[in-house]
């Protein structure tokens, strides 16, 4: 893995060594070497083991992300903020089948350092909200639900923010049902 700083500095060899291919005469060269240059640039916004996690991830080989994000050996250093946040984001959802505080922890720190997409953000919000959930923290649930809802303006996470809120509900009915008893017996 190169580091952020190396990338740049990398891209900008690459680009200043098109622009002399150009003064040379040979075009084609040079617009070659710009694109070079651009992938450079590109890995250091979209880091290139975050990306190959993704990909591991979307074929459900959770061994396969964590593998890859093992590479990313000190993320302060090697990521800007954005990727900070999707590192922690991914081993959150990675830490989510086992690890209910541990996830909690990766989505709250991503969310704190931000995700570029509106739908990780949301998906994020809507795991803390699972979380809290069965934390027993409703209120907490509940706005989180809301904040998740109003981020999927694509509509991508509709089905389990329906889920999210059948089950909220289902688990109020009972209280509510044997409050009700309650109050019966005492009058």
């Given at each position: 893995?190169?580091?952020?700083?190396?990338?740049?500095?990398?891209?900008?060899?690459?680009?200043?060594?098109?622009?002399?291919?150009?003064?040379?005469?040979?075009?084609?060269?040079?617009?070659?070497?710009?694109?070079?240059?651009?992938?450079?640039?590109?890995?250091?916004?979209?880091?290139?083991?975050?990306?190959?996690?993704?990909?591991?991830?979307?074929?459900?080989?959770?061994?396969?992300?964590?593998?890859?994000?093992?590479?990313?050996?000190?993320?302060?250093?090697?990521?800007?903020?954005k990727q900070q946040g999707y590192y922690n984001y991914?081993?959150?959802?990675?830490?989510?089948?086992?690890?209910?505080?541990?996830?909690?922890?990766?989505?709250?720190?991503?969310?704190?350092?931000?995700?570029?997409?509106?739908?990780?953000?949301?998906?994020?919000?809507?795991?803390?909200?699972?979380?809290?959930?069965?934390?027993?923290?409703?209120?907490?649930?509940?706005?989180?639900?809301?904040?998740?809802?109003?981020?999927?303006?694509?509509?991508?996470?509709?089905?389990?923010?329906?889920?999210?809120?059948?089950?909220?509900?289902?688990?109020?009915?009972?209280?509510?049902?044997?409050?009700?008893?309650?109050?019966?017996?005492?009058?």
């Amino acid at each position: 893995m190169y580091n952020k700083i190396i990338k740049l500095i990398i891209a900008i060899l690459i680009f200043g060594y098109a622009i002399y291919q150009f003064s040379e005469g040979f075009i084609g060269n040079g617009i070659m070497f710009i694109l070079l240059s651009s992938i450079f640039v590109f890995l250091y916004f979209k880091n290139e083991f975050i990306l190959l996690a993704f990909l591991r991830l979307r074929k459900q080989d959770f061994e396969g992300a964590t593998k890859w994000l093992s590479k990313i050996k000190n993320p302060k250093s090697a990521l800007v903020r954005k990727q900070q946040g999707y590192y922690n984001y991914l081993h959150g959802i990675m830490v989510s089948q086992t690890n209910m505080n541990e996830a909690e922890k990766y989505f709250r720190k991503a969310i704190s350092l931000g995700l570029s997409m509106k739908h990780d953000l949301a998906m994020a919000k809507l795991n803390l909200s699972g979380i809290a959930f069965s934390k027993r923290r409703k209120q907490e649930a509940k706005k989180l639900l809301t904040e998740a809802q109003q981020l999927d303006k694509q509509g991508m996470l509709t089905e389990q923010i329906k889920m999210m809120k059948e089950n909220m509900k289902r688990a109020q009915m009972p209280n509510q049902h044997y409050g009700g008893h309650r109050q019966q017996r005492r009058r």
